[in-house]
Structures are given as structure tokens and as C-alpha cells.
């Protein structure tokens, strides 16, 4: 792994790095190497590609979470998978819980193992779908997970009222049709969208952050 790479990376969105924090982030990978052939975790199978377009892809939203969730909050990461974004910014936000989401059970079991060796004491795993979670959350995000259209139900069930919804998505062209879609479903919310950069990549990335999803 080029710890370069990722402390000038996390610099350029506006993360002071330290030792703990790239050891972690390490470690964090290293793990994801070991695992991936088994899993299926991700497609990139080189550390620094890894770095890049999953730890800096996570990170780069740093800034929305930090204006939209507040310190003792519990955020919820819906199909955690290989535990991006929730492991990230369980990372960035020690003063912020996680609960990472996710319903296969290799790839809970991987996320279990993942905290234990990175020492995270500020996420724990849910082994569940979606449509069995029962508690509410005070902010729920995704990345990589299914259109909006098609959890609007279930996430409004599981969000705290006015609470965020923080959606990890591609160029701002498709998150606005993704909320067409919604909209012509007869759903009606509040949107804030954020265009952000990652690091090292030239690849459009939007956060969309919903409020008050209602039908």
C-alpha cells in the first residue's frame, strides 16, 4: 500500500491523517487482499487502485457528513458489503456510531472480522436485509446499493424524522433522473445535491442528501 498516496489523498479532501489512522486504514485493506478471491469484495484487485476508488471514493464525502450528522449520532450503512462507506467514515467519525448493514453472511462475518483487527469501537454489523431492520437511525447512507426508487419504502421506515439520507451516487445527471423516478412514484422529500471530487479520480460523483421522504 502507498501510505503516500492515501495521506496526500485524505489531504486533499481536507482529513489530517495520522499514524493510528493509516495504520487502520492498512491493516483495513490488507484484509480486503486476503478475503477478496473468496468474497467477491471488490473488482480492483490492486491496493493503491483500492485505495482510490474505495477508501478516497468514501472519504470524499467527509465534508457533507460533517455538515449533516452531528457528534453521537447513529448512522446506518445499507449493504456494507466490503464495508464502504461505513468502515471509512467509522474511521474519519469516532465521535459518530455505525451500523454496518449487510445480509450475506460471509461478507457480515468478513465486516465482524474487520473491526476486530482495525480495533473500530464505533461500528458494529447487522447481519440482516434491509426489510428486517427494525430500529431507526439518525442518518442512513449507501454506496453501490439499489436506486433510491427501490428502498424509499424500507429507508423511511428505518430514518428518524428530518433525519438524512446520504446517497453515495455517480454523475448528478443520473441522481436527478434516479429522483424523477421517485418522484413519479408518488413520493415527496427535500434534496440538497453535492457534486464532490476524489482524489487521483476523473470520475463524477454526486452525494445526494434527501430529508423527509413521504408518500
Not at 445499507?78 to 459518530?96: D, I, K, N, Q, T
Not at 455517480?170 to 413519479?184: C, T, Y
Request: proline share 4%; hydrophobic share 40%; net charge negative.
Amino acid at each position: 500500500m502507498d501510505s503516500e498516496l492515501l495521506i496526500s489523498g485524505l489531504d486533499r479532501i481536507g482529513i489530517a491523517s495520522d499514524e493510528n489512522l493509516v495504520r487502520s486504514i492498512k491493516v483495513y485493506i490488507d484484509e480486503i487482499m486476503l478475503f477478496n478471491p473468496a468474497l467477491k469484495l471488490v473488482g480492483d484487485k490492486d491496493p493503491d487502485e483500492i485505495i482510490i476508488r474505495h477508501i478516497l471514493d468514501s472519504a470524499a464525502a467527509y465534508p457533507v457528513f460533517k455538515e449533516e450528522t452531528e457528534e453521537g449520532c447513529t448512522i446506518a450503512d445499507l449493504g456494507s458489503g466490503a464495508g464502504f462507506p461505513g468502515v471509512v467514515l467509522s474511521m474519519l467519525f469516532p465521535e459518530r456510531h455505525f451500523v454496518l448493514v449487510e445480509r450475506m453472511q460471509r461478507r457480515a462475518q468478513f465486516l465482524k472480522g474487520v473491526l476486530v483487527r482495525t480495533g473500530l469501537k464505533n461500528a458494529e454489523v447487522e447481519e440482516r436485509d434491509l426489510r428486517t431492520v427494525k430500529r431507526a437511525f439518525d442518518a442512513v447512507t449507501c454506496r453501490a446499493f439499489h436506486p433510491i426508487f427501490s428502498i424509499a419504502e424500507e429507508v423511511s421506515r428505518i430514518i428518524a424524522p428530518g433525519a438524512p439520507l446520504l446517497l453515495y451516487k455517480g454523475q448528478r445527471k443520473n441522481a436527478e433522473s434516479e429522483l424523477s423516478v421517485l418522484r413519479g412514484e408518488g413520493y415527496d422529500f427535500d434534496k440538497r445535491l453535492v457534486d464532490i471530487r476524489v482524489p487521483y479520480l476523473d470520475e463524477s460523483r454526486t452525494m445526494v442528501v434527501l430529508r423527509n421522504i413521504r408518500k
